[in-house]
């Protein structure tokens, strides 16, 4: 073993000895280095330091260079993001001081000296807590608050936009406000049909956005095109001068995709998303109107469609509710992502709205917040009460009559 010594002066090796003498130890069970320390005033390390703790996988991402970034605004929680995970960070207690001492020597580093030698170090601070971390959601909800502030309206609105001072936000803008990280935070973008313009992420406003899809659906229909056989080129050429290039790219990845068949050409042809496409045409008609008789709404809906495309009532989970217990049954706009993130105030709202809900039901609007640990059914056995009417599993407020 090093035999450490503690001090408020300068130690002889003659003092160590006699330390050693004292604690009935043996020269021979010991190293021959021993390490001296010394306090620096307490004025001169508080507040410098704080000790992490980190598993395996993030200390060994660390060693390899990796980054580990702390993200917060005033008034949040911080939390800690590598490239791809987010974590809570947490203050936590521990019952033995834990000592900070810059170059240390263990054990394991052999000193080979033919007598006693002494290393004086300085202990930059003694500490009773430290910072532990767990795996989190990431906290995307500001996404939506940042980007719903400069929507994009089209070309002929963006000198107001300018003018008006309305803050445009890049990547790096938002990574600096949003706690999530860099990987999470593109998903987010995607899955929300985020789009880059100039460089800065905006959300479409909902009828520009109509009018762009509309123009792309309206293209394929006058050339009587499959709906999984739709030529890319001709069909962004022929809409440039209506919408600028980059938002009708980024327009059409969010509703076709490629296959494998390719036309006479050789260019490789592209099939229109069912569901998306479906949903938000949905979307279109319930913004229109409070409770929609819901017959009437389904007609309309298949109307509103492609030809070859079918709707189906699954393409509205998490944007809409039905109620087909009423005369007539009706559906209503009720979007997921206007719910809060906090768990038990969504819970609330939910069973405010509807008082009881089946699975399959209220899943749409829990799934976003279930983790690895509390997945949708341990939320609801949590937050909410179960019951069964002729064998169907149905779910209510917690404390309701």
């Keep these: 073993a090093i035999f450490f010594s503690f001090c408020s002066y300068c130690r002889t090796v003659e003092d160590v000895q006699t330390v050693i003498q004292h604690a009935k130890l043996f020269e021979g069970d010991l190293q021959p280095l021993s390490q001296v320390l010394s306090f620096v005033p307490r004025t001169e390390a508080q507040g410098k330091y704080r ?14 260079g990796q980054s580990l970034v702390f993200r917060g605004t005033r008034g949040e929680n911080a939390v800690l993001c590598t490239h791809n995970r987010t974590y809570d960070v947490k203050e936590a207690e521990t019952s033995n001081s834990l000592l900070l001492v810059p170059d240390l020597r263990w054990p394991a580093q052999n000193v080979d000296e033919a007598g006693r030698m002494l290393e004086e170090k300085q202990v930059l601070g003694v500490f009773h807590k430290y910072y532990e971390l767990r795996t989190c959601k990431p906290r995307l909800r500001k996404v939506r608050q940042l980007l719903e502030e400069c929507l994009y309206r089209g070309p002929e609105y963006e000198d107001y936009i300018a003018q008006s001072g309305i803050k445009l936000y890049t990547f790096q803008d938002l990574l600096e406000n949003v706690q999530a990280s860099e990987e999470e935070l593109r ?45 890319k080129t001709e069909t962004l050429q022929s809409l440039a001068a ?55 709404f389904l007609s309309s809906w298949q109307q509103s469609v492609p030809e070859g495309m079918q709707t189906t009532e ?27 993130e906090d768990i038990s105030e969504r819970i609330r709202i939910l069973f405010q709205t509807r008082d009881k809900w089946t699975l399959d039901e209220i899943r749409p609007y829990i799934q976003r917040l279930a983790t690895e640990k509390l997945n949708v059914n341990a939320l609801l056995t949590k937050h909410a009460r179960a019951s069964s009417v002729s064998g169907v599993r149905y779910y209510s407020a917690k404390h309701a009559k």
């Design 51 to 64: 000790f992490l703790e980190l598993d395996p996988t993030l200390l060994s991402n660390l060693q390899r």
């Design 187 to 231: 998903t987010e973008l995607k899955e929300n049909l985020a789009c880059c313009i100039n460089g800065a992420w905006r959300f479409l406003e909902h009828e520009y956005h109509f009018r762009v899809l509309s123009y792309i659906l309206n293209f394929v229909d006058e050339n009587s095109w499959p709906i999984d056989k739709i030529n």
């Design 242 to 296: 209506l919408v600028p290039m980059d938002v009708l790219e980024q327009c059409f990845s969010w509703y076709a995709e490629e296959t494998v068949t390719v036309d006479k050409d050789g260019e490789t042809l592209y099939r229109l998303l069912e569901e998306r496409i479906c949903r938000f045409l949905a979307e279109v008609l319930l913004r229109q109107a409070g409770k929609f008789n819901l017959k009437d």
């Design 314 to 340: 699954k393409y509205l989970e998490g944007i809409a509710l039905m109620d087909k217990n009423s005369k007539p049954e009706v559906i209503w706009y009720f979007p997921e992502t206007d719910l809060p």
